[in-house]
Structures are given as C-alpha cells and as structure tokens.
Nanobody, 117 residues
Framework: QVQLVESGGGLVQPGGSLRLSCAAS????????AGWYRQAPGKERELVAR???????NVADSVKGRFTISRDNAKNTVYLQMNSLKPEDTAFYYC???????????WGQGTQVTVSS
C-alpha cells in the first residue's frame, strides 16, 4: 500500500507564499503522474496542478503564474510552490498519484491552506 504524506500547509497572509510537499512511501512514484488537488468548503475537489513522469506540467488557470509544481524522483516527492496567495486559495490540498500502468490511484490525507489577514 502506497502512503502519501503531505506537509507545508498553514496560515498565511494574502500575497504570501507556501511550499507544499508530498512524500510517497514507494518507488511507484517514479512511474506515476503526480498532482495536487484542492477542495474548499462547499465546493467540489478541483485539480490545481499535475506533473507527468517526464516532468510535463499543467496548471489550473486560476493559479497559473502563481503556483509551480515540481518533482524529485530521488526523494519520491512532489512539491507545490504557491506564491502571491489569495483568500480564494484557501482550501484543503490533497496530493495524488496516478500510476501510468494500470489504474491505481493514491491520495494523501490532505493539508489545510488558509489565506487570511
């Protein structure tokens, strides 16, 4: 069973920055597309950013130019650098792995990000 452990969430003022990390417990990470999703109260979970095994990325329009996703396969870790944070970025952020072979999908437990003055 693959475990994903997120860290880096917290409370930040508007305009501030946070860096989320998600460490996977197994090397399946290297054969998986990694992504970050978020869910705000009363809203559906949405894709924030995704990075393939070849490090191609796609980022939601709402965070483009402010958020950057990256991965370190040596550490089985995916990162989400969040800059110029806005109150509307407040949500629970979840890490996701989708294996490129087969249909296995894994989710982390989530980490809260709150943007408020």
């Amino acid at each position: 069973q693959v475990q994903l452990v997120e860290s880096g969430g917290g409370l930040v003022q508007p305009g501030g920055s946070l860096r989320l990390s998600c460490a996977a417990s197994a090397s399946i990470f290297r054969l998986s597309t990694a992504g970050w999703y978020r869910q705000a109260p009363g809203k559906e979970r949405e894709l924030v950013a995704r990075i393939t095994i070849g490090s191609s990325t796609n980022v939601a329009d709402s965070v483009k130019g402010r958020f950057t996703i990256s991965r370190d396969n040596a550490k089985n870790t995916v990162y989400l650098q969040m800059n110029s944070l806005k109150p509307e970025d407040t949500a629970f952020y979840y890490c996701n792995l989708a294996a490129v072979i087969g249909s296995n999908v894994y989710w982390g437990q989530g980490t809260q990000v709150t943007v408020s003055s």
